[in-house]
Antibody
Framework: ELQLVETGGGLIQPGGSLRLSCAVS????????MSWVRQAPGKGLEWVSI???????YYADSVKARFTISRDNSKNTLNLQMNSLRAEDTAVYYC?????????????WGLGTLVTVSA | SYVLTQPPSVSVAPGKTARVTCGGN??????VHWYQQKPGQAPVLVVY???DRPSGIPERFSGSNSGNTATLTISRVEAGDEADYYC???????????FGGGTKLTVL
């Protein structure tokens, strides 16, 4: 059964760091495009970052140079290292997998993990 | 950056047809994808590549895309269709992934 389970969220002070992980079952993370999408409280969806099956990575301008996406093939997990966190990074962070092949949509979603950046 | 514009809200009576629009410059030239999100839940893909439905999504959900507007059409609307709906595209020139602001569908 295909499943994505995010962990690592919590309360963190501005300027701090947090590492999110997404445990994947049912497929291999290295074979799919994988993304993080976030949603601030009461707001819409915002794409954060993608790692292609070939390893290339891209980031939204709002997180570039602060966030790093990676995957651990041995553990079949997707990660998001978040540094220099700001209040505006407060959101539910969703781990998503794209469709098979060259896919431009977010096919499967985890339940999300809440990150709260506050003093 | 590429902007997708959705109406904040759409209301429809049960059994009628709801249409949620997504506007963008020459959006007809790219593939559009649609997501349904119910309160407290993760989004669910309901239409991809303009017109295709993932397995398990009812035929009542359909999509179209032409010119500067893409449309998600929900036929024979049910109370359970009440949710937020988001359109999304991939912006090739920046390799960024863009969402519309979302539309709240209310079933009267």
């Amino acid at each position: 059964e295909l499943q994505l389970v995010e962990t690592g969220g919590g309360l963190i002070q501005p300027g701090g760091s947090l590492r999110l992980s997404c445990a994947v079952s049912g497929f291999t993370v290295s074979s799919h495009y994988m993304s993080w999408v976030r949603q601030a409280p009461g707001k819409g969806l915002e794409w954060v970052s993608i790692i292609y099956s070939g390893g290339n990575t891209y980031y939204a301008d709002s997180v570039k140079a602060r966030f790093t996406i990676s995957r651990d093939n041995s553990k079949n997990t997707l990660n998001l290292q978040m540094n220099s966190l700001r209040a505006e990074d407060t959101a539910v962070y969703y781990c998503t997998s794209h469709g098979v092949g060259v896919s431009r949509y977010f096919h499967h979603w985890g339940l999300g993990t809440l990150v709260t950046v506050s003093a | 950056s590429y902007v997708l514009t959705q109406p904040p809200s759409v209301s429809v009576a049960p059994g009628k047809t709801a249409r949620v629009t997504c506007g963008g410059n020459n959006i007809g030239d790219v593939s559009v994808h649609w997501y349904q999100q119910k309160p407290g839940q993760a989004p669910v893909l309901v239409v991809y590549d303009d017109t295709d439905r993932p397995s398990g999504i009812p035929e009542r959900f359909s999509g179209s895309n032409s010119g500067n507007t893409a449309t998600l059409t929900i036929s024979r609307v049910e109370a359970g269709d009440e949710a937020d709906y988001y359109c999304q595209v991939w912006h090739s020139s920046s390799d960024h992934w863009v969402f519309g602001g979302g539309t709240k569908l209310t079933v009267l």
